[in-house]
């Protein structure tokens, strides 16, 4: 993968998940990313030990950085990182709210200071709203922006997304906008001063069980592996094990009913004549389709799935995944051996990106220490 942003300088203060998704897909991309830690390093790095005695969370979002830890209490750290930001082209926190601003590293002071300078600010909540202050994780963001209760089974009640989504999809917001105003900065020669919340961002992605809340009149209901818009869409058992369908347009519908189903009275049913119709009546059409699919095998109906090209797949294991044919895993250095994660998506000119090395924590300060000392001392009085 070319190196689009190399020559550009990140300084990340961050912890956690979502800053830290954000400068790795920067430093992904090429960019140098200085990550600052507190003197016992980043708390993600105790999640947990699976990755070979270190941290999965860690070792998946912070590959390609130089780690140097700071205390910010102390005013010499502090002076380092002012003069790390003043040489930077992007700086990105997410220290607790406020935190920031406190030491003197708010993004409307350093925007002043350097007006090339990208600011990204991530919190749980937006600026200006009622809940501003608050500390906010991933699982209170999915239950607050109403994921959680359309997440699960009517039988189990509400339930969290097996990843931690809010924070995720949040960094790779954040990533998007920072490209935005880099682009933004080559016209302008401007920075910009980004903020992105968790709440924000999954508010972003509720919008479609919002929008038929609000203008439907309908509370959306937990579905499990159907789908709240679609059907047929959803996990049917076949004589030898299951097969999750999904059905996309009323031409679909017809050839699923009458060419896989083998069904010509199933396609001309008037209760199934559009989706609408067909969402309305789900559990007498799933009915229907389960009996019609109880009676045939696997391999007999992916066949004929194929053959029609309806979309089908099965519901795989995280064991499945390892060993699923459509996935590719690549090596990334870790200070303790080489431990592999499933690549990021992007395939560019062909190639996947070039996975480097997990610093160890503080394996940078001493370099750090002294190139940033030496600009310090060389910048005018």
Not at 123 to 143: F, M, N, V, W
Request: net charge negative; proline share 6%; aromatic share 6%.
């Amino acid at each position: 993968m070319s190196n689009a942003l190399e020559g550009i300088v990140v300084v990340a203060l961050e912890q956690a998940v979502a800053a830290p998704v954000a400068s790795c897909k920067l430093a992904d991309a090429g960019a140098r990313v200085i990550k600052l830690e507190r003197p016992e390093g980043d708390f993600a790095r105790g999640y947990d030990g699976f990755a070979k005695g270190q941290s999965s969370y860690f070792v998946w979002i912070n590959r390609g950085k130089e780690s140097c830890r700071v205390d910010l209490r102390q005013p010499d750290d502090l002076a380092l990182v002012e003069a790390m930001i003043a040489s930077a082209d992007i700086f990105i926190q997410n220290l607790a709210p406020g935190a920031a601003d406190r030491l003197g590293l708010g993004s409307g002071t350093l925007r002043q200071r350097h007006p090339r300078l990208i600011t990204c600010d991530i919190s749980g909540y937006a600026p200006g709203t009622p809940h501003e202050r608050r500390k906010a994780y991933d699982l209170l963001i999915q239950a607050e922006s109403g994921l959680s209760a359309i997440t699960g089974t009517a039988e189990s009640g509400p339930s969290r997304i097996g990843v931690s989504i809010a924070d995720i999809a949040t960094g790779q917001a954040a990533y998007a906008a920072i490209l935005e105003a880099l682009l933004k900065r080559a016209r302008t020669g401007e920075g910009s001063a980004i903020a992105l919340s968790l709440f924000d961002t999954l508010a972003d992605l509720m919008n479609v069980p919002y929008l038929t809340r609000r203008y439907g009149g309908i509370e959306p209901a937990r579905v499990g592996l159907s789908h709240p818009s679609i059907a047929p869409y959803g996990v049917f058992s076949l004589a030898d094990g299951e097969v999750l369908v999904s059905i996309q347009s009323e031409r679909e519908w017809q050839v699923f009913a009458r060419d896989v189903l083998e069904s010509p009275e199933l396609a001309a049913d008037p209760r199934f004549a559009s989706n609408v119709l067909r969402v309305k009546e789900r559990a007498t059409l799933d009915g229907e389709v389960q009996v019609l699919l109880g009676r045939r095998r696997f391999a007999d109906i992916a066949a004929a799935l194929d053959r029609h090209a309806i979309a089908y797949g099965t519901v795989s294991t995280v064991g499945g995944l390892i060993d699923h044919p459509a996935a590719t895993a690549l090596p990334v250095p870790t200070p303790n051996g080489p431990v592999e994660v499933l690549a990021p998506s992007a395939i560019v000119d062909g190639k996947r990106v070039a996975m480097r090395p997990v610093p160890a924590l503080g394996q940078h300060d001493a370099a750090l220490r002294a190139e940033f000392a030496r600009q310090t001392e060389e910048s005018p009085s």
